[in-house]
């Protein structure tokens, strides 16, 4: 029986700290044990759960500001922990429950002192002979609480949830589905006791019952949207407007310290921003004692709350802050042992995550991510990595350049310079002296945790952070010379097999901007994007830049093996020739040819780019024929097929050869066209006209049926198609994700353009673009010598257009149509005005009509009431009887 009471106890502790996964049962720091009794449960189980799950204040709390409230939660649980042993089988009492119990024990002291009041009044000033016991009253609520406590308790529960939200936001679907159902079962803070507490904290702070920057960290999380309903947003900006006053306060008085000043802004930045008086006596309070500092975290950490304050300060700080720093990076460089004692004192496991969490939002999670490594290795303390060449640690020198970045700041180009260029040398350093400590095999596969080990030993940053300073060093142009190489052969070769397509992206930019010339990167940068296959994301921008990065150097390319990758290349443009812009088609074309001239015509290599450009030629000959693609485009892309050769193989390179013929037709209509019109208009009266007038026949003057040659769209029609088809090759065949840009730029292309053009433009991008090709004929050159997909692999792309993409044409239509209150009464300006069009006539409406109940890509458009209520308003004014007939049919069959 005993042996089952303590397996049972066991089983309940395990179980207790999983169900407790994201519960803020943090208790403030410094409260007595006596005065929540339920606390010491929460702690401990917290104390078991996962650092990346739990940990609402712990992993939030990172700056050092922080660092006492997590030591003396730490101290709460070792202090109660085998009263937590003997009393696991109490439920835990998590932040919410503590807010409760607050909430009513106000409620009911407010109750008591109106009682208590009113008797007073009642019986002429007679004291009652006993005061009611609140405490008695509350029952679960603790007997007394302080305002500190109170301000504490509502932290963790705001960061708890802060974090929660974060991880229902995560990019891994089953992290996301996992804690979308934990944040369903979770109980939330009741609106009447949110309300009595959020007034409590307000009388608080308005009273100033606690310290400034208890108030600061308040403020400093994003809370939660339950929370920011009326009563929350205006007790937030109560207490957002009592800090600046009290801080105004402050200052005026000339009671705040530098050290004072800078925990002001690095505790919350976002409370400064739009105030650009308060933000810039809080600075100049703050560097008040630069030339004195000793230690450069604090400038670092400065320049981070500048940064995420958004007020964009002036050059003269940066200056002197820079500045600053490069004279402790010269004056510490002699002080290594002390510095790396110093290291271990402020960087361990409290402070690990107390570097990256002030100012770099965009690094909350590789905190946990790093913390999680370090207990994964037995890693409990940090030192101070790369404190060799330089009086900064790598990480530091890391933190000033990511910054300076961010602000977009150059001002001392020098310096920034030879900060990236001495962590570099950092990085080499500690390479070297681990490379000569790894006993693994040179050709076995190195594993993800062992890559994050060997970047963490050996520059302290996350593979992230390593590559964002390769990027910043790609962009200043610092020299990726031989002594670097190591780094590539020990970091970045197996840390390529591991990056997703961004990161991949930025590497293969780095390795060219840098002019690296390490043969095993750039292959194995080329090989794992052959590996992830034609179906990854990404895959035309990480080979184009993967065969970019390749061309750089002729001895580089004489040491890769391309053949697999140029294979990939060519089912790339096999399989979404037909989806990518012209100016794509053209770019891929051209550096297809920059590989030709590496490698003999005879070649395989040579045949198949031959081959390749040849697959190009089908769509472009569509896109000319619909009258979508400029000139130029179509002559640069001859130009290629010329100097490859390819002209003076009519029989074999069938589609360039009908190319140039083509083209050479659209030329000379367009030249015959512009004669006509200038002669009929008195302009031209002997001689003829050879050159592309491109202003004469995209003008708006006169009908757009007669003003432009057979197939020639306007303007405005090109214009909806360029934005489909970019809109179409970014996010179906790309597949990036939507910006707000975006979708401001598709409302007011939209917004702006004529229904008629409209229609014209989709249907034109949906008939090059969407409907489907026979491929297959033109995807194997006459030389036959084009390889099958690259793993098999055979895809077809969309034929829809984005889902967000017609949903935002639709509102923007549909207001516009809501707006212009198009009725029998309208004129017909009115009408045309919407319609896009100076004059109209049946043709027209017959156009119109056809393209966008048959050929428009736009499906929800074609189904909303009003679009076709203007259509038939517009055919009963200049259509036919047939044009009626049509529109009244497709009117009936409307949806919405």
């Known amino acids: ?413 020098s310096t920034i310079y030879d900060f990236v260029d001495k962590a570099l040398k950092n990085i080499v350093f500690e390479v070297e002296a681990l490379g000569a400590c790894d006993r693994n095999p040179p050709g076995q596969r190195v594993t993800r945790q062992l890559v994050l080990q060997r970047v963490k030993k050996s520059s302290d940053l996350l593979p992230t952070e390593l590559l964002s300073l390769l990027s910043i060093a790609g962009e200043l142009g610092v020299d990726f010379h031989s002594s670097l190489a190591r780094i590539s052969d020990f970091l970045l070769c197996p840390m390529a097999l591991y990056l997703d397509r961004e990161q991949l992206l930025e590497l293969t930019l780095f390795v060219r901007r840098t002019r690296c010339d390490s043969p095993q990167l750039v292959q194995a940068i080329a090989d794992e994007i052959v590996r992830r296959g034609v179906n990854y994301p990404s895959s035309l921008s990480l080979s184009k830049a993967a065969l970019r990065t390749s061309l750089q150097r002729q001895a580089l390319l004489s040491q890769l093996t391309l053949t697999p990758l140029v294979d990939h290349v060519i089912s790339l443009c096999r399989t979404y020739g037909w989806s990518m812009r012209a100016s794509q088609l053209l770019g891929w074309a051209e550096l297809l040819y920059d590989l030709s001239r590496r490698y003999a015509p005879t070649s395989s290599i040579g045949v198949n780019v031959r081959s390749c450009v040849e697959l190009l030629a089908a769509p472009l000959r569509a896109m000319l024929s619909s009258g979508v693609v400029p000139l130029p485009i179509i002559s640069r892309f001859l130009e290629v097929t010329v100097i490859l050769g390819m002209r003076g193989k009519p029989l074999q390179y069938e589609g360039a050869i009908k190319l140039w013929e083509e083209r050479n037709a659209a030329v000379a209509a367009r030249t015959a066209f512009a004669n006509r019109v200038l002669r009929e208009g008195g302009v031209l009266s002997a001689g003829t006209i050879t050159c592309d007038l491109e202003e004469v026949y995209d003008s708006e003057e006169g009908d757009e049926i007669h003003s432009h040659p057979v197939g020639e769209l306007c303007r405005a029609a090109r214009e909806v198609y360029d934005e489909l088809i970019y809109m179409y090759e970014l996010h179906m065949i790309m597949q990036n994700h939507t910006t707000r840009d975006e979708m401001r730029r598709v409302a007011e292309t939209f917004g702006r353009v004529g229904l008629y053009n409209m229609v014209v433009g989709a249907a034109a991008m949906a008939r090059v673009h969407l409907q489907p090709h026979a491929t297959s004929s033109s995807a194997g050159g006459g030389d036959g010598t084009l390889r099958a997909p690259v793993n098999g692999e055979s895809v077809t792309p969309p034929r829809t257009l984005p889902a967000w993409l017609e949903r935002q044409v639709n509102l923007v239509v549909v207001e516009r149509i809501r707006r212009a209150k198009i009725t029998a009464a309208s004129s017909d300006d009115d009408v045309l005005r919407l319609f896009g069009q100076r004059r109209c006539n049946a043709s027209k409406v017959h156009t119109f009509l056809k393209l966008l109940s048959e050929e428009t890509p736009l499906f929800l458009l074609r189904q909303q009431r009003v679009v076709w209520e203007f259509a038939a308003e517009l055919s009963r004014r200049f259509g036919d009887e047939e044009d009626r007939r049509l529109v009244g049919t497709l009117l009936a069959k409307a949806l919405y």
């Open 1 to 413: 029986m005993w042996r089952l009471c303590v397996f049972t106890r066991r089983r309940a502790a395990v179980a207790f700290s999983t169900c407790t996964r994201f519960v803020s049962s943090l208790t403030p720091a410094g409260a007595a044990p006596e005065t929540f009794a339920p606390q010491p449960n929460a702690a401990v189980a917290a104390d078991s759960v996962a650092p990346e799950v739990f940990a609402p204040v712990a992993a939030a709390s990172s700056d050092n500001n922080c660092a006492e409230e997590v030591e003396d939660y730490q101290d709460a649980c070792s202090t109660h922990a085998d009263k937590i042993t003997r009393r696991c089988e109490h439920p835990p009492v998590d932040a919410v429950e503590i807010l409760m119990a607050m909430a009513n024990n106000l409620r009911n002291t407010l109750k008591v002192k109106t009682i208590s009041s009113a008797a007073e009044s009642g019986s002429g000033g007679e004291k009652s002979g006993e005061t009611p016991d609140s405490d008695k009253v509350t029952g679960a609520a603790p007997p007394c609480f302080k305002a500190l406590n109170l301000i504490k308790t509502l932290r963790a529960y705001i960061r708890s949830e802060e974090r929660l939200a974060q991880l229902c936001r995560s990019k891994a679907p089953m992290v996301r589905r996992h804690f979308l159902a934990i944040r369903s079962r979770r109980k939330c803070l009741p609106p009447l006791q949110r309300e009595i507490i959020l007034t409590e904290v307000a009388r608080v702070v308005e009273q100033r019952e606690v310290p400034l920057s208890e108030v600061m960290r308040l403020l400093r999380p994003r809370w939660p949207d339950h929370m920011m309903d009326v009563t929350g947003s205006r007790n937030h900006v109560f207490l957002q407007r009592s800090a600046r006053a009290w801080i105004a306060e402050l200052l005026q008085a000339g009671k705040v310290s530098p050290e004072e000043a800078r925990s002001l802004l690095c505790n919350c930045p976002q409370l400064f921003t739009a105030h650009l008086t308060l933000m810039s006596s809080t600075m100049e309070c703050a560097l008040r004692d630069i030339n004195s500092l000793q230690s450069p975290e604090p400038l670092i950490k400065l320049m981070w709350a500048v940064n995420d304050a958004g007020t964009h300060a002036p050059n003269h700080f940066w200056t002197r802050v820079v500045g600053r720093l490069a004279q402790l990076n010269r004056s510490l460089r002699d002080s290594l042992g002390d510095s790396l004692q110093q290291g271990r004192s402020s960087n361990g496991a409290g402070g690990a995550a107390a570097e990256g969490k002030t100012g770099e939002h965009y690094n909350d999670t590789n905190n946990e991510e790093r913390k999680n490594i370090n207990e994964k290795n037995g890693v409990v303390s940090r030192e101070a990595v790369g404190h060799v060449f330089t009086g900064l640690t790598t990480r530091q020198l890391f933190r000033v350049v990511r910054v300076l970045r961010k602000e977009k700041w150059c001002g001392d180009v």
